[in-house]
């Protein structure tokens, strides 16, 4: 079933959302190789890099199809998503 054009923008914020938490951790905690990381260091940024990577892929996945049902080129929707979410996170309203 093909998502609405506000499910890809929630898909893409949520991706989003993760990739911030990984950068954070990576920042937080330093580079692996630079830095000993503990257990539950280590457990706690590769569950925060696969959860991105799923949501990644998912958004992925879903503005394909959803480019395919419209008629639209994949670039094209995507870019469209992507220029929401900056829209919204710069204080703007939805589109």
Known sequence: MTVTFEELVAKQRAADEAHVRVRHLRKTYGSP???KWSSRQTT???TAWRAWRDLARDVQVA???FARAEGKTRHAVEAEVRRVVRHEEQGGAEA
């Open 33 to 35: 190789t630079g830095t």
């Open 63 to 65: 503005v394909s199809e």
């Open 44 to 46: 706690t940024w590769e």
